[in-house]
């Protein structure tokens, strides 16, 4: 199993991944997606300056970097827009498909030339080219400037960073994890994810979780996880719609911290 390669999700879907090796047993993909249309291809999130090299590798055996149309950026976070720069210059027929929020926030780092930009807020209905896409905000999300994107065509949407689930090995897909890993994993990425959900109304959370089941899906894509087919959506928003009733993770602390030096050390 290798994830040093683009999955294909859908007919000229492709998933970019990376895997980065981390200390602990468990590891946490970084992914994005390239949806490639002639003349109009997109690229959603541009992956993290860390895996610059690979991540160029794998976006060019997909598509020419000058027939790039537009970039859609999910949120502000630095493994979503960590090569952005390189992309602005790279991909400079490209629009680069933000929110006047987004922007703000990005400036602090990267300044994409409002001329270079079409803003998408959620809930908003636009066609890149020939390709008509929907912005939904995922239920769980870090940075409030997140939206998710549904493309109409292959019924695949990009959640962003809801989905996540920290993987023992390598995989495609979720359904070649064990379910309890599965589950657990979501779960406990989903609550360090958005700390806030233990203190929102269930019912209002699972309105958040029907948004996106009201999507015709036949995959959703994570940044943080293995694809979830079409046979496992159901089970992956059954999921999703327990996270409040999940009580919060501790996070590893000074102990583990020390418990990995020492590990690093003798190894
Ligand atoms: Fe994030
Ligand atoms: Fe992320």
């Not at 200390?23 to 390239?34: F, H, W």
């Not at 002639?38 to 027939?67: H, K, M, Y």
């Not at 694809?227 to 501790?250: F, G, K, N, S, Y």
Request: proline letters at 7%.
């Amino acid at each position: 199993m290798t994830t040093d390669q683009p999955l294909a999700l859908a007919a000229d879907v492709h998933l970019v991944r990376s895997l980065p090796g981390r200390d602990g047993p468990e590891r946490l993909a970084i992914n994005s997606l390239v949806l490639r249309s002639p003349g109009d291809t997109v690229l959603v999130d541009t992956g993290a300056a860390t895996g610059r090299d690979a991540w160029w590798e794998q976006v060019e055996s997909i598509v020419d970097p000058g027939d790039v149309r537009w970039v859609f950026l999910s949120h502000d976070d630095a493994d979503h827009v960590g090569n952005l720069p390189e992309v602005l210059e790279r991909c400079d027929q490209a629009t680069i498909v933000t929110s006047w929020q987004l922007g703000e926030r990005l400036a602090a780092t990267v300044s994409v030339p409002l001329d270079r930009c079409r803003w998408l807020n959620d809930g908003e209905r636009t066609a890149l080219g020939e390709r008509e896409v929907v912005a939904v905000r995922p239920p769980a999300f870090d940075a409030p400037t997140t939206r998710g994107l549904y493309d109409v065509a292959s019924k695949v949407y990009w959640a962003a960073d809801c989905f996540g689930v920290p993987v023992p090995h390598p995989v495609d897909e979720v359904s070649q994890l064990d379910r309890d890993v599965w589950d657990h994993g979501l779960l406990r990425f989903g609550s360090l994810l958005s700390p806030w959900v233990a203190q929102v109304d269930p019912r209002r959370w699972r309105q958040a979780v029907s948004r996106v089941a009201a999507l015709d899906l036949r995959a959703v894509a994570s940044a943080h996880g293995p694809a979830i087919r079409q046979r496992d959506v159901d089970h992956a928003l059954d999921l999703l719609a327990e996270l409040p009733e999940h009580p919060e993770e501790a996070a590893p602390g000074q102990r583990e911290l020390e418990a990995l030096i020492a590990a690093t050390r003798a190894a």
